[in-house]
């Protein structure tokens, strides 16, 4: 059965549970992206004409995102990044933002073998519901080896990654059905990580071939309905919503495929967690009114930087989830990933103000 959490029921603030370790901080990496964010007033059959309302150069990508997020929510443990970029303008510009943000960027290697990688970020005006068009660039010649050495040097308790399948050099098979990112998740564990992974929404069936020889190495996997039903073949959207019990179901599967700790599902009204230990955790997502919705690009990590903060300070699952729904929350008022993420104590009120969406047997 789904266990739902009720909003309001964790009290005013959240509470760590954390003993301190000599690990500390949070390593991302994987797509470093620059996205041109274009609100446009709809999104046009193939031949026809869309109106370009407002048009922005912002942050994108799971690492870069993520660990921008966590930044600006003032979260208390240091933040590294690592990762190929081109040198080129776009690399400049991810560089200086990082230090503007107090980011390490020390593991974060430059080419001159290709540019930058880049998405052009179609947003509809209103419904915030968005489209991508991506340039895999200096993303795609990403291998282990340019990796190994910075996630040695590192002493964060976390390591993240994303996305799967949206990163030629990791997701390339060997000849043993291994991946690049299967023996990268495998290293960050036997050197004492916590390890988490994100998947992209490719619309492809190579789900069920990259993504599983990684899931054995994953303590936190992330991942949105249809990213679930891919991977598992298991039906999860109902209409607009998703069938909580079927989702649960999915879950279960990925354990038993091999996620160590916590298969993290998150969707437009709600998230959910589960484990084999204390079972499934539900959390609704806050309900913000659509006429107040600029944009819903970077929230699912956001979800990710609010959850993940929460399992490095030893917060409570629901507590986890109640954070990562309210920063997935406050990235909405912004076309861009990043900027409307606010301080976590702002985030958290959110739920106060605007309300959670109810569950009716399916959200």
């Not at 340039?135 to 795609?140: I, L």
């Not at 043993?176 to 490719?202: I, N």
């Not at 495929?257 to 967690?273: C, D, K, P, S, T």
Request: charged share 20%.
């Amino acid at each position: 059965m789904v266990h739902i959490i009720e909003p309001g029921s964790l009290g005013p603030s959240l509470h760590s549970t954390q003993s301190m370790t000599a690990r500390n901080g949070i390593l991302a990496t994987g797509n470093w992206i620059v996205d041109q964010v274009k609100i446009i007033d709809r999104f046009p059959q193939q031949d026809a004409l869309a109106n370009i309302l407002e048009q922005s150069v912002a942050n994108g990508g799971s690492p870069y995102n993520v660990l921008k997020d966590m930044a600006i929510m003032q979260a208390p443990m240091p933040l590294e990044g690592i990762g190929l970029i081109g040198n080129d303008s776009l690399g400049d510009l991810i560089v200086a933002d990082c230090q503007k943000y107090g980011i390490s960027i020390n593991g974060l290697v430059r080419t001159n073998e290709v540019a930058t990688s880049y998405t052009d970020v179609m947003t509809v005006q209103g419904t915030g519901r968005r489209t991508f068009f991506h340039n895999r660039g200096a993303n795609a010649l990403l291998t282990p080896a340019h990796l190994q050495e910075a996630i040695k040097r590192s002493n964060a308790r976390i390591f993240h990654l994303g996305y799967l399948l949206l990163l030629d050099g990791l997701d390339t098979l060997d000849q043993f059905g291994r991946t690049g990112a299967s023996y990268l998740l495998e290293q960050a564990s036997s050197l004492g990580f916590k390890t988490s992974a994100d998947l992209v929404s490719e619309s492809s069936e190579r789900f069920k071939q990259i993504v599983p020889p990684s899931l054995s190495h994953i303590d936190y996997l992330f991942l949105n309905e249809y990213e679930a039903e891919k991977l598992t073949g298991i039906p999860i959207a109902v209409g607009d919503g998703v069938d909580l019990e079927k989702a649960e179901d999915a879950a279960i599967e990925l354990l038993k495929a091999g996620v160590r700790e916590w298969v993290i599902l998150h969707f437009q009204r709600g998230a959910m967690a589960i484990n084999r230990s204390t079972g499934t955790v539900y959390q609704p997502a806050v309900k913000i009114p659509t006429e107040v919705i600029k944009g819903a690009a970077g929230a699912g990590d956001a979800f990710a930087s609010g959850v993940l903060v929460g399992l490095h300070e030893g917060y409570p699952m629901q507590e986890c989830l109640r954070l990562g729904v309210s920063i997935a929350a406050s990235c909405l008022f912004n076309s861009t990933c990043s900027d409307s993420i606010t301080p976590m104590s702002e985030a958290l009120l959110l739920g106060d103000h605007y309300g959670y969406w109810k569950n009716e047997g399916g959200i």
